[in-house]
Structure formats: C-alpha cells, structure tokens
C-alpha cells in the first residue's frame, strides 16, 4: 500500500481511450440481448462506469475534488445495480464483477511494479473493463454462453490494440499531440467496428 501511494497514479478518468472501451462494451452487451433487457443490461453497465469513477478518485488525492469523485462513483456503482435489478436484471450480472477483481487486481499489481502507463498494466486494465459486456448482457437476460462468448470476442482484441497503441508511444512512433488525437480517433473506429462485429456474430451464432 505504501508504494501504491508513493507512485504518482495518472487519472484514468481522463483516459478518452478507457472509456471508449468501457463505452462499447456496455453497449454490446445491451445490444447482443436487444428487445429482452435492454434498459437493464444498460443499467447493469453503468455500474462499472461508476466503479470506474470510484477507483479513479484515487489518482486525485490529495486534491480536494477526489471527495467528489469518489461518492459520485459510490452513488452510481451501488445505484445503478439496484435500479437495474428492479428493472427486472438477472441478479447473476453481479458475479462478473467478481471476475473483473482479477484483472483489476493484476493492472494494479503491474501499475506498482512497472507503472500504470506500462503496457501490462493497461492491459489488465482494459481487460476488466472489458467484463461490462458479458454482465451487461446477462443483466438483460442473455445466456451465460452469449455472455462469455460477446467477452471472448471482445477482451483479445481490446489488449491487442491497447498493447500495440502503448508500444508505439514507448517507442516515440507517435510524437506530437494532433498524431496522438488522430491515433486516438483511429482506434475508437477499430474498436467500434470490431464490436459491431462481434454483437452480429453473437445474433447469428446457433443457439446451442
């Protein structure tokens, strides 16, 4: 805990990129049961934007405003779940947060280790908020194969492309700020299309 705290933690709430995954995850997952849950699923996945904004509040301290981050996340972690739920949500959506621990807990681990723009460390990062999808989907009332299928599509590509982005800035391939904003924008498109893609193969795959 003492090096955690001696490392200074970039805001990851300022990272365009951790919520254009965040983003299009939740949205798969609504979208992979669309006509069953929708609202719920969308619900379900606000709640990991509001751990998101939760664990964020960390890169802030000790500024004053990480106060109000963090129970603004608080409020939307604990709050959208419940109104998901009496939306009419699968309970179940709750254990994927459970399997979102562990990534989290790995990109923590190498945010320490090697530093929390390091390639691995982004990686697990990405990686746990890319478990939105499955729970989404689950919340709106897919199955656990839809579920675990729609992350299998999703989580590979998501840690390729994070990983690829971050070795080239490493690798200084991407200098100035408008390269960075247009790789940013390219990426966005990457990962939008792939999960269009994704959300079409789960509609057509054969129920088993």
């Known amino acids: 805990m003492t090096a955690l705290l001696a490392r200074r933690i970039p805001d990851p709430a300022r990272a ?12 798969a997952g609504a979208l992979a049961v669309a006509g069953q849950g929708f609202v719920p699923a969308l619900l379900a996945g606000l709640g990991y934007a509001g751990v998101f904004l939760l664990t964020s509040a960390a890169a802030l301290v000790p500024r004053p405003t990480w106060r109000r981050r963090a129970v603004s996340g608080l409020l939307l972690a604990t709050g959208a779940p419940w109104a998901a739920i009496a939306a009419g949500a699968d ?6 947060a459970l399997v979102a621990l562990f990534p989290a807990a790995l990109a923590g681990w190498f945010g320490v280790r090697r530093g929390f723009q390091s390639p691995l460390a ?60 247009r790789t940013g924008l390219v990426e966005a498109a990457l990962a939008a299309a792939w999960t269009a893609l994704a959300i079409v193969v789960i509609h057509l795959w054969p129920a088993g």
Not at 91 to 96: E, R, W
Not at 123 to 152: D, H, I, Q, Y
Request: aromatic fraction near 12%; charge should be positive.
């Open 91 to 96: 309970p179940a959506f709750l254990a994927y």
């Open 122 to 181: 982004l990686c697990f990062a990405v990686a746990a908020l890319a478990v939105a999808a499955p729970s989404a989907a689950c919340a709106g009332g897919g199955t656990a194969r839809e579920g675990w299928l729609l992350g299998l599509l999703l989580t590979p590509f998501f840690v390729w492309r994070t990983w690829r982005l971050r070795r080239a800035l490493d690798a200084r391939r991407v200098a100035s700020r408008a390269e960075l904003r």
């Open 16 to 27: 365009h990129g951790a919520w254009v995954y965040l983003g299009v995850s939740v949205l």
